[in-house]
């Protein structure tokens, strides 16, 4: 005959019971965000590296005047912006996993999340407001 087996009632002192199972795609499209925005990201700033910091007197020439040229056109505007979209929501998203993996409380996993939320979009909320307002006119001296 054999020895009854005993199975423990409760998880192990110090170990967090595992997660639920999301039950949408989120995690996927998620994942592929991540891989669509860093190949973009890679183009993004090489390009701002080149054109802002190594090209034709470097970050020397960068000022008001220079800033203000290159917003003059919707080109650039969208350009900048991407570039910011594209890294604040990637790295929110990033530190969103980070978050996930790394923060046991349920509750003070929603309130990172939230805090974390927050911050990025204020920080897009304010970028956007920059890009989309900005007025060359502001920079002349009063004649």
Same mark, same amino acid.
């Given at each position: 005959m054999a020895a009854p087996t005993? =199975?423990?009632?409760h998880p %192990? =002192?110090?170990?967090?019971? %595992?997660r639920q199972r999301a039950?949408?795609?989120s995690e996927f499209y998620s994942w592929i965000f991540m891989r669509i925005s860093g190949i973009l990201l890679v183009f993004l700033l090489l390009g701002h590296i080149a054109i802002m910091h190594l090209l034709e007197g470097g970050v020397g020439r960068v000022n008001f005047a220079f800033v203000a040229g290159r917003w003059a056109g919707p080109f650039w505007q969208t350009y900048d912006w991407a570039l910011l979209f594209l890294a604040t929501i990637h790295g929110a998203n990033g530190m969103r996993i980070v978050i996930?993996?790394?923060v046991r409380s349920p509750q003070k996993r929603f309130w990172a999340k939230m805090a974390l939320y927050c911050v990025a979009g204020f920080m897009l909320l304010l970028g956007?407001?920059?890009?989309?307002t900005f007025n060359p006119e502001l920079g002349r001296p009063a004649a």
């Open positions: 005993f =199975a423990p009632q %192990a =002192a110090g170990v967090s019971p %595992a039950t949408s795609n996930t993996d790394y956007t407001l920059v890009i989309v």
